[in-house]
């Protein structure tokens, strides 16, 4: 008798149909959306709870003292994140990025750091296995993290200046605090470390040159994220954002910089070198220069729902499947599915002036639910 497993996107179901024997085998193969995009990153949230209130993530006045975090008890466990990271390295899943929230909150996150570290893809290569973090817990964090397998990190940092920096964070964390995370993870060999300054015009963008100047020449990759419209609650506007074009030729004028060539075509970051030698930068320009088309990106909730854009408004029940009486082949199954009937492009359509933009109803997800 044929069997189906029913998948839900939020109210949308689909179906995959199944083979009258009830099995399938193994994923062989590259995987491709309807764009013929590979599936080769999976991004973890393992928790939607954080210690900071950044202004374009998390806002206090949307995330207050009241505010509704899933309980313990709706969060995949390590053993299921395992499972369905084994079943989307299957699938041609070469890195994973842990994300949160802030992902060292979740408690004994180096244990799943260790059955993560363990997978190997189908030919036998470990995995690239990342973190990003706000670095406020990474100093007595870092060696556990590494002695588990971890690869190494990304940190965010949006301001030198303490006062500032405390401001964007609203927690009143301190810079130097952050900055001895980073020393820490640069201690133990989570290397190379890359550092995401998210900038917000007339908020923090005074601050691209004296973090350029402070991490040139230390090996550190400096990162420049566009301010972008994630989710619905941090009042976004287009006139808080400040190209990325902007800010390399801000640099440049201070520090002259070169091209490079991009380590894979899916690479978010444009790169860029300094002349003399001292190290590179990066720019990810997800509002100005839409990078959907080289996408292979996927996202998994901390509560087991597959997306499949930054941008989505819809994810895909992965947990009712790993809970229920699914088998691997029926998780296969379902993330092919998923992956192949993927059509998502939001900021390419944003950039084209598309009258009509998925999500369009206000209701996309919030960065701190997946990760950025």
């Given at each position: 008798?044929?069997?189906?497993?029913?998948?839900?996107?939020?109210?949308?179901?689909?179906?995959?149909?199944?083979?009258?024997?009830?099995?399938?085998?193994?994923?062989?193969?590259?995987?491709?959306?309807?764009?013929?995009?590979?599936?080769?990153?999976?991004?973890?949230?393992?928790?939607?709870?954080?210690?900071?209130r950044c202004?374009?993530?998390?806002?206090?006045?949307?995330?207050?003292?009241?505010?509704?975090?899933?309980?313990?008890?709706?969060?995949?466990?390590?053993?299921?994140?395992?499972?369905?990271?084994?079943?989307?390295?299957?699938?041609?899943?070469?890195?994973?990025?842990?994300?949160?929230?802030?992902?060292?909150?979740?408690?004994?996150?180096?244990?799943?750091?260790?059955?993560?570290?363990?997978?190997?893809?189908?030919?036998?290569?470990?995995?690239?296995l990342t973190?990003?973090?706000?670095?406020?817990?990474?100093?007595?964090?870092?060696?556990?993290?590494?002695?588990?397998?971890?690869?190494?990190?990304?940190?965010?940092?949006?301001?030198?200046?303490?006062?500032?920096?405390?401001?964007?964070?609203?927690?009143?964390?301190?810079?130097?605090?952050?900055?001895?995370?980073?020393?820490?993870?640069?201690?133990?060999?989570?290397?190379?470390?890359?550092?995401n300054m998210?900038?917000?015009?007339?908020?923090?963008?005074?601050?691209?040159?004296?973090?350029?100047?402070?991490?040139?020449?230390?090996?550190?990759?400096?990162?420049?994220?566009?301010?972008?419209?994630?989710?619905?609650?941090?009042?976004?506007?287009?006139?808080?954002?400040?190209?990325?074009?902007?800010?390399?030729?801000?640099?440049?004028?201070?520090?002259?910089?070169?091209?490079?060539?991009?380590?894979?075509?899916?690479?978010?970051?444009?790169?860029?070198?300094?002349?003399?030698?001292?190290?590179?930068?990066?720019?990810?320009?997800?509002?100005?220069?839409?990078?959907?088309?080289?996408?292979?990106?996927?996202?998994?909730?901390?509560?087991?729902?597959?997306?499949?854009?930054?941008?989505?408004?819809?994810?895909?029940?992965?947990?009712?499947?790993?809970?229920?009486?699914?088998?691997?082949?029926?998780?296969?199954?379902?993330?092919?599915?998923?992956?192949?009937?993927?059509?998502?492009?939001?900021?390419?359509?944003?950039?084209?002036?598309?009258?009509?933009?998925?999500?369009?109803?206000?209701?996309?997800?919030?960065?701190?639910?997946?990760?950025?």
């Amino acid at each position: 008798m044929s069997r189906r497993i029913i998948l839900v996107a939020d109210a949308n179901a689909l179906t995959v149909p199944r083979s009258a024997a009830g099995a399938t085998s193994a994923p062989s193969g590259v995987l491709l959306d309807t764009l013929e995009r590979p599936l080769r990153d999976l991004r973890i949230s393992v928790t939607d709870r954080c210690n900071f209130r950044c202004v374009y993530c998390m806002p206090r006045e949307v995330f207050d003292k009241d505010h509704p975090f899933l309980p313990h008890s709706a969060l995949l466990t390590f053993e299921e994140i395992e499972r369905v990271a084994k079943r989307f390295v299957a699938h041609g899943v070469e890195k994973i990025r842990l994300t949160g929230g802030e992902p060292l909150l979740r408690k004994n996150i180096e244990h799943l750091v260790e059955r993560l570290a363990a997978l190997t893809t189908p030919d036998g290569r470990p995995l690239d296995l990342t973190l990003t973090t706000n670095g406020s817990l990474l100093a007595r964090k870092a060696r556990s993290l590494k002695d588990a397998g971890l690869t190494r990190v990304t940190v965010s940092l949006d301001a030198l200046d303490d006062a500032l920096f405390r401001r964007m964070n609203d927690a009143d964390f301190a810079v130097a605090d952050v900055l001895d995370g980073i020393a820490a993870a640069e201690g133990v060999g989570l290397a190379p470390l890359k550092v995401n300054m998210v900038v917000k015009r007339g908020t923090n963008d005074a601050e691209i040159l004296p973090l350029a100047r402070h991490f040139r020449g230390s090996g550190i990759v400096l990162r420049f994220i566009e301010y972008m419209d994630v989710g619905t609650s941090n009042g976004w506007n287009m006139v808080e954002v400040l190209p990325s074009a902007d800010v390399v030729a801000r640099i440049h004028a201070q520090f002259p910089l070169v091209p490079l060539e991009a380590h894979s075509a899916a690479e978010t970051a444009q790169r860029w070198a300094y002349a003399d030698g001292a190290g590179e930068i990066g720019v990810i320009s997800s509002v100005t220069r839409a990078f959907c088309g080289t996408c292979t990106r996927a996202r998994l909730s901390t509560e087991g729902k597959v997306y499949l854009c930054l941008f989505a408004s819809a994810g895909y029940d992965l947990r009712a499947l790993v809970r229920g009486n699914a088998t691997d082949d029926d998780v296969d199954d379902a993330i092919a599915h998923i992956w192949q009937g993927r059509a998502d492009r939001y900021s390419q359509l944003r950039g084209s002036g598309a009258a009509q933009l998925p999500s369009g109803d206000g209701s996309r997800i919030e960065m701190s639910y997946i990760g950025g």
